[in-house]
């Protein structure tokens, strides 16, 4: 072997009894690529046992390495198949890729660095490799931390529904509110979402350790945690509270513009968003709105009956239960059918609600993953396919124990 090969073979990590074989440079292609061999008479552990054992035969096979500097670099290797008397013939394991790859273990770890801060589409235009083989290498990686997860420890976890596509394409993120992280993506939004959860996860996480399940008002996530949590808490969430009772004034707004058009324009954001976070234009607007009494607009009670609602969680404690109860009888008796169905809703989640308000149990956290994942959905532009989708939500919220550091090992 000589100085180039050694100085080739140091540079992959290769040990006896692998060694730099041939070196092929072609300019006008702008390729490299390095044959590898190993000695002669050499015998390979088992991939299964590791015991020693003789060759059998071999079949070629490429991986795709870093380019070098500007050459796309490629390794070509007559891969050995040993005979275990034990487990019979196996193919054995090389240490510069991971068995099935059609990639290094050093570009590999490439795209995992970069793909915490670069979209798929940069990392492949950047490693002159398709989008799909980028995805591949990211799932791969993603799959083995997820079986990785230690999920006994889960105690605090929250449902929440998730928006993936246009129209009403959604999935469920299940998240451990106390590891900060997601731990589970289903299709859909109903109980089976949660039933699907507690059958792939078996095994691996208890529902008995379980004490609060955090999530919105839905039936379908009420009707799952019973059946699956019977001791723990059910809790409802400022967030989501909140988010229901925006929902109900925006329907009054939407009502009464259709006659009210030139008192009403333009008041959507103003009327649903919190009021230190207007803007001046915006709490001016307010301002005018909440100045016309005379018009009685149901628009302007229903946005004091949602300001009433929000200062639940500012009360103190030992007044809590007594002002929701006024709450509700505020709301229900409003005579406008929005916040009287929205009162019902609140009594009929009594419970939760303050289960929620004294715990401190809250969705944040789950808001603040899914405002990263928005992020990453923006950037990526739309994906090929779904598995492709949890693999970027992982990425990105998962907190997954994925190594982005050479060097990167491979499960047999």
């Known amino acids: 072997m000589d100085d180039r090969s050694s100085l080739f073979a140091m540079a992959l990590g290769l040990n006896r009894p692998w060694f730099v074989s041939e070196i092929k440079l072609d300019t006008a292609k702008g390729r490299l690529d390095l044959d590898i061999d190993f000695e002669k008479g050499t015998k390979f552990p088992c991939p ?95 799959n083995l931390a997820k079986e990785k997860q230690d999920l006994s420890q889960i105690t605090d976890i929250a449902f929440d529904e998730f928006a993936v596509g246009k129209g009403h394409e959604y999935v469920t993120l299940v998240y451990d509110l106390n590891g900060k992280r997601v731990v589970y993506i289903a299709e859909g939004k109903d109980k089976g979402a949660v039933d699907e959860f507690i059958e792939a996860t078996r095994g691996r996480f208890d529902p008995a350790q379980v004490k609060r399940v955090s999530m919105d008002m839905s039936r379908a996530y009420i009707a799952a945690a019973k059946k699956h949590f019977p001791r723990a808490e059910v809790v409802f969430d400022h967030f989501h509270v909140i988010k229901k009772a925006n929902e109900s004034l925006d329907k009054v707004r939407k009502r009464e513009a259709k006659v009210n058009m030139d008192l009403l324009a333009k008041t959507k954001y103003v009327l649903l968003k919190n009021p230190i976070n207007l803007t001046k234009s915006q709490e001016k607007r307010r301002q005018d709105l909440l100045a ?92 090929k396919a779904p598995a492709y989708r949890d693999t970027m939500i992982f990425l990105v919220a998962g907190d997954l124990p994925i190594s982005r550091d050479m060097p990167i090992t491979h499960s047999k």
């Open 292 to 383: 016309m009494k005379e018009m009685d607009l149901d628009t302007v009670r229903s946005y004091h009956i949602k300001l009433g609602l929000q200062k639940v969680w500012l009360v103190p404690s030992f007044l809590t239960r007594h002002y929701l109860r006024k709450w509700i009888q505020w709301a229900t008796r409003s005579a406008i059918p929005e916040m009287v169905d929205l009162g019902r809703c609140v009594k009929d989640h009594y419970a939760g609600i303050l289960a929620g308000i004294r715990s401190g149990i809250t969705n944040a956290l789950a808001e603040g993953l899914n405002n990263k994942i928005r992020m990453a959905f923006h950037r990526a532009f739309g994906f």
């Open 48 to 142: 299964k046992c590791g015991k020693m054992c003789a060759l059998h035969d071999t079949t070629f096979k490429e991986w795709r390495h870093l380019d070098f500097f500007q050459y796309q670099a490629y390794l070509h290797a007559r891969v050995p198949r040993a005979t275990c008397l034990e487990h019979g013939v196996l193919q054995v394991d090389v240490p510069w890729a991971r068995p099935g790859s059609g990639f290094t273990l050093y570009i590999e770890a490439m795209i995992m660095a970069l793909s915490s801060e670069m979209t798929v589409l940069a990392i492949s235009e950047h490693l002159h490799l398709s989008d799909d083989a980028v995805w591949r290498v990211l799932m791969h990686h993603v």
